[in-house]
């Protein structure tokens, strides 16, 4: 039986249950009961649809009222961050958590998005056209097997992602004191900030080569149907991290 692991910390809670299950018809017999690719690119879809269409009202909030828009992306950061907590220590929650934290990201993106866009005009869809272009091509190297998901591989991106977290995590609380990093001012072009966020968007297209590879393991499993919503849940939060490590990066290009 194949082992599931995966870097992404939406995907972490699950390996252990994955790891103890048996081939699909020793428990469930019926393959509507049980997740599939499909079925979790689907929820996948419907989760970005989530966030778009909030998103799409957040932006127009920034536009008409701008102190509430600020509120909204507050709101919407604070509150993924803690959805997608509860989520990813209770998958059995993915059905009703997952679009919970796709509408709180869409208040976020979208209220980040108005405000790169006035400032940089079509920086917005060069983002989205980079973030699709690098989800293909990851997924083109991982079917092709030209990355291939190992184990050093994947203890490699533990231990990256985790700093990469804890970095964002005293970026936040440095924050409330006057004191973040400047890697987050807009248009902040230094040799540092760029080479840094480089870093952070290759781990961002190397994470969804991880989720890649822990849907179609874990659809190869006896896993129970709702685990499609864990699985799209996990690439949803990849793709926006991504975009918005690329929107940071395309704005940095654009200060002379």
């Known amino acids: 039986m194949k082992e599931l692991k995966s870097s992404n910390p939406a995907m972490k809670q699950f390996e252990t249950q994955s790891i103890s299950l048996g081939p699909v018809d020793e428990f ?12 979790t ?3 996948t879809g ?3 649809m989530i966030v778009v269409a909030v998103g799409a009202f957040s932006w127009n909030t920034i536009l008409t009222n701008p102190s509430l828009g600020y509120g909204l992306a507050i709101a919407g950061m604070i509150g993924a961050l803690i ?13 009703i958590g997952a679009p919970i934290v796709a509408l709180f990201e869409g208040l976020f993106v979208g209220a980040i998005s ?19 272009a690098v989800m293909f091509s990851m997924l083109f190297a991982y079917r092709t097997g030209i990355i291939k998901v190992t184990g050093t591989f994947k203890k490699i991106m533990v231990f990256a992602l985790m700093g990469v977290g804890l970095f964002y995590l005293m970026s936040f609380i440095l924050s409330f004191f006057g004191a973040a ?6 248009g902040n072009n230094s040799v540092f900030n760029i ?22 393991r874990a659809s190869e499993q006896n896993t129970p149907k709702h685990m499609e919503w864990y699985g799209a849940f996990g ?22």
Request: proline share 4%; no cysteine; charged share 15%.
């Open 28 to 39: 469930i017999v019926d393959e509507t009961q049980r997740m599939t690719v499909n079925g």
């Open 41 to 43: 690119i689907n929820k």
């Open 46 to 48: 419907i989760l970005l």
């Open 83 to 95: 959805a997608s907590l509860v989520v990813s220590f209770k998958p059995t929650s993915a059905p």
């Open 114 to 132: 108005a405000v790169f866009e006035m400032r940089y005009p079509g920086l917005v869809v060069q983002a989205i056209g980079l973030t699709i």
């Open 181 to 186: 990093p400047s890697y987050f001012e807009i």
């Open 195 to 216: 080479g840094l966020n480089l870093v952070i968007v290759g781990l961002a297209a190397m994470s969804l080569v991880l989720d890649f590879d822990f849907i179609e």
């Open 235 to 256: 690439l949803m939060v990849t793709l926006v991290w991504l975009y918005i490590e690329l929107l940071r990066l395309l704005a940095r290009f654009q200060e002379e």
